[in-house]
């Protein structure tokens, strides 16, 4: 069944305000009697998270993570980039402080306990439900910190309950590591159509995504080795355990993101698909005939040369005058990525970049020309979740596990992970070594003179192939939130995201006058020129939201505090 699932009678079990979360389901058609009798329909319920969690491309002209909402990160320069948030919302909403999602998933594992099937699909189902839960409290998490856990569904006249403190992040997060490990036990191995429902690898993706993340935030941000050390031994196990399955290989790069079937790709653990005239999107437009947010500079220098060295240290690097020298001798990956041959300028193309550097990773050429290749009439597929991602957790789970009394990283660790990506067709970059804990390729030992002093060499080179593996999926502020990073965002501090191409106005006479360069007549193109765009970061408190304070003052009504995060 694919991902393109309607509602159908789902809303009647779904969404509430977050006021009135666990209201009961309404009784006007379906019942619990009537509805909770077949698996079919217990499969037809757990569409109802689909497009929550695995949106791909998005819908129409609204995008999914691919591309959109992260220009509060270093690989964007936005002319008008976004500041970080400095007000106490007023009021929760169905997108803000919000558990709607955690009830639908505790209706869900309740209800499969009663329908007449055998153990089995019981345990299949109730994996399924417990994994969507763990998505769930895991964003509230990312967002919020200590929140409320719901482990049941919760009757609406228990008040006690409803109104409950908000628990510590750690406690909530061992419920969604028992939670995801419960599913990876009981989930089937191969449900449904491959490629389009959850199943164990699914699963598995997950568990080391999520456990990355916290593994790394309890080390630092809350200063808990023991902690981080048991989340990231959770992380790596788990892509361990895929990687360990055989599963899944690397093909073509670019053809993850832009193929119009992703059917049988040997990459992809999860995609979402789209049909002409069914459901569509618009993100192959933004990379075919629409001005696009740009590549920053610093994501471009982020690419390594071709023999595995930082451009700083590269004999092959050409430098960052002209298209061809900057795209001359590098990863292979920065051509798939990005359009190699020409800057697409402000007042010359139409299709312009704000810094110049146009993308291309997610355009299909076959219909870029027509009426699907325009608009929100696109229908190339979405990955969701791809293998190129497990084997970059691997590695990043491997190098900081070694940092808080896990087993020493390898070159063994590197050799199933990072090289792998590295040997993909058409990369084939020199194969990154460890040497205690610095870096070396081809036996040589180096460190990258950008490097952030407060982080190894491995493990920098480690999160440098992150960023390029998943350059614009949505991953990099995520990133920068669980490493305390956030100044890396810093537009006065790092000019290099707020910089794009070098160009020269002699050389591009009808270049838009609004186009400001670093200096005068040439230089790097500056996409935010005005001071009041320039986004400083000065202040810690905006790694997690705040609040809304209506809730806070729900909770005084009914004599409970329920606390704000620090310095909000």
């Not at 077949?38 to 998005?58: C, M, P």
């Not at 839960?133 to 008040?159: M, N, S």
């Not at 040997?423 to 952030?452: F, I, T």
Request: glycine content about 6%; overall charge negative; hydrophobic content about 35%.
């Amino acid at each position: 069944m694919k991902l393109k699932i309607a509602a159908l009678a789902l809303s009647l079990f779904a969404m509430t305000s977050c006021d009135d979360f666990l209201e009961k389901p309404p009784v006007d058609r379906l019942t619990d009697e009537t509805y909770w009798t077949s698996e079919d329909n217990v499969r037809s319920f757990s569409w109802g998270f689909y497009t929550a969690y695995f949106s791909g491309y998005g819908s129409s002209f609204s995008w999914g993570k691919f591309f959109s909402g992260q220009n509060l990160n270093d690989d964007f320069s936005p002319s008008n980039p976004p500041q970080f948030r400095r007000t106490v919302p007023s009021a929760a909403s169905s997108s803000y402080w919000t558990f709607s999602y955690v009830r639908k998933a505790n209706i869900f594992l309740n209800r499969v306990q009663t329908v007449p099937m055998d153990e089995e699909a019981i345990a299949h189902w109730s994996g399924v439900a417990r994994f969507f839960r763990a998505i769930e409290y895991h964003d509230l998490v990312k967002q919020f910190g200590d929140v409320p856990w719901f482990g049941e569904e919760i009757a609406e006249t228990d008040q006690e309950t409803l109104y409950r403190p908000r628990d510590p992040r750690d406690y909530v997060m061992d419920r969604v590591l028992e939670d995801l490990q419960f599913a990876a036990a009981n989930v089937r191995v191969s449900d449904g159509n491959d490629g389009l429902s959850v199943n164990r690898a699914v699963v598995l993706t997950y568990l080391s995504r999520i456990f990355l993340y916290e593994g790394t935030w309890q080390k630092y941000h809350e200063g808990n080795t023991a902690k981080a050390k048991e989340y990231l031994e959770a992380s790596k196990n788990a892509a361990d355990q895929l990687i360990q399955t055989g599963a899944y290989s690397l093909g073509n790069y670019r053809e993850v993101f832009n193929s119009l079937n992703l059917a049988g790709n040997p990459e992809v653990i999860l995609y979402r698909h789209y049909e002409p005239g069914l459901i569509t999107h618009a993100l192959n437009s933004y990379n075919n005939k629409e001005p696009q947010t740009g590549v920053s500079k610093d994501a471009v220098d982020s690419y390594l040369a071709n023999d595995g060295l930082p451009i700083a240290l590269s004999a092959v690097y050409q430098g960052d005058q002209g298209i061809d020298n900057v795209m001359a001798n590098r990863d292979p990956r920065i051509y798939e990525t990005l359009i190699s041959s020409e800057l697409r300028l402000n007042g010359i193309a139409s299709n312009y970049s704000t810094t110049g550097f146009a993308t291309h990773k997610f355009l299909n050429e076959v219909i870029k020309d027509e009426p699907e290749g325009s608009s929100n009439l696109n229908y190339t597929d979405a990955p969701v979740l791809r293998y190129g991602e497990v084997l970059i957790n691997y590695a990043e789970a491997a190098a900081e596990l070694a940092t808080v009394g896990g087993p020493a990283l390898t070159q063994a660790d590197l050799d199933m992970s990072i090289n792998v990506l590295r040997d993909r067709p058409g990369v084939m970059l020199p194969h990154l070594e460890v040497m205690g804990e610095n870096a070396a390729v081809n036996g040589q030992v180096y460190e990258d003179p950008s490097k952030d002093p407060s982080v190894s060499s491995i493990l920098w080179e480690i999160r440098r192939e992150r960023r390029i593996e998943l350059m614009m999926e949505g991953f990099r502020l995520d990133d920068l939130k669980r490493w305390k990073k956030l100044e890396y965002t810093d537009t006065e501090s790092n000019s290099d995201i707020n910089r794009g191409a070098w160009i020269s106005r002699a050389e591009y006479p009808e270049l838009q006058s609004s186009v400001v360069l670093s200096d005068g007549d040439e230089g790097y193109i500056i996409p935010a020129s005005a001071d009041a765009s320039q986004r400083l970061f000065d202040d810690p408190r905006v790694y997690l939201d705040p609040v809304p304070l209506d809730q806070i003052t729900l909770y005084q009504e009914n004599g409970v505090e329920l606390t704000q995060n620090p310095g909000w």
